[in-house]
C-alpha cells in the first residue's frame, strides 16, 4: 500500500529552529513536494526534492533521501506567522500526489 | 485575476439533494483535480482530468462525478448528498507537463450535508 507519515503536531518557540519529518511508501517515485496550509485557507506550494539532498529557499530548506524513503522540512528563525499545517505529498508511479496527514506547527512567543 | 476560484464558499445542504461545486482556472493549465479534506486525514483525490475532455477516478470517486468540457472549468457534482460527503473541498490545477508538475490550489468550498 502507500503511505505517508508525519507527527501531527508540533510547538516550537518563535525565533528557534524546527524540523518536521516525513516517511513514506509508495509505489513508484516522482518527487516529493511540501505544502504549508494556514487555517481555513488552501495549501501553498514550499518546495519539491526529486534528488537526494538538501535544497534551501530563504528560512525554509527541504531534504531528501530516496533510499531511506525519508524527507524533512526545515523552518529557521521561527516567526509567528509560520504556524500552519504542513503537508507533505509524494508523486507517485502514475504522477499523482499522495498526501501525509499534514503537521500542525504551534509557535509560541 | 489570476489563479482558481471556487464557488460556492460554503454550503449547507440537505441528504438527497443534488450539488455542483464550481472550479474555474486561468492559468491554462492542462491538468486539473478534485480533493477532499477531512481532520486528521490527508487530502484525498476524488477526480482529476489531465486534459480538455478527458477525465480519471481518484481514491474516493464514489457518489462524485466530473465533466472538463474546456481548459478552464472542472466541476464536481454530488448527484444525491449524503453526511459523509460533509467535507471541505479543493480544487487544484498544474501545467501538466514536465517535472515537477506543482499543484495550484483554489481556497475551497467547505460543504455540510445533513
Known amino acids: 500500500g502507500q503511505n505517508i507519515d508525519q507527527p501531527t503536531e508540533m510547538t516550537a518557540t518563535e525565533g528557534a529552529i524546527v524540523q518536521i519529518n516525513c516517511t513514506y511508501q509508495t509505489s513508484g517515485f516522482n518527487g516529493l513536494f511540501w505544502y504549508q496550509q494556514h487555517a481555513g485557507e488552501a495549501p501553498t506550494f514550499l518546495s519539491y526534492?526529486?534528488l537526494d539532498g538538501l535544497e534551501e529557499k530563504g528560512r525554509f530548506s527541504s531534504f531528501l533521501s530516496r533510499s531511506k524513503g525519508y524527507s524533512y522540512l526545515l523552518l529557521k528563525e521561527l516567526q509567528m506567522k509560520d504556524s500552519a499545517s504542513y503537508l507533505c505529498?509524494?508523486?507517485?508511479?502514475?504522477?499523482?500526489?499522495?498526501w501525509g496527514a499534514g503537521t500542525k506547527l504551534i509557535i509560541k512567543p | 485575476i489570476a489563479g482558481i476560484t471556487q464557488a460556492p464558499t460554503s454550503q449547507i445542504l440537505a441528504a438527497g439533494r443534488r450539488m455542483t461545486l464550481r472550479c474555474t482556472q486561468d492559468m491554462r493549465h492542462n491538468a486539473m483535480y478534485w480533493y477532499r479534506q477531512d481532520l486528521g486525514l490527508g487530502l484525498r483525490l476524488i477526480h482529476y482530468?489531465?486534459?480538455?475532455?478527458?477525465?480519471g477516478k481518484g481514491e474516493v470517486p464514489d457518489g462524485y462525478s466530473v465533466s472538463r468540457a474546456n481548459t478552464d472549468d472542472f466541476p464536481l457534482t454530488l448527484a444525491s448528498a449524503v453526511p459523509s460527503q460533509t467535507s471541505v473541498y479543493f480544487c487544484a490545477s498544474s501545467d501538466g507537463q514536465g517535472v515537477p508538475d506543482t499543484q495550484y490550489f483554489g481556497p475551497g468550498t467547505r460543504l455540510t450535508v445533513l
Open positions: 482530468s489531465n486534459t480538455a475532455g478527458t477525465t
Open positions: 526534492n526529486v
Open positions: 505529498a509524494v508523486g507517485d508511479s502514475n504522477y499523482q500526489l499522495i
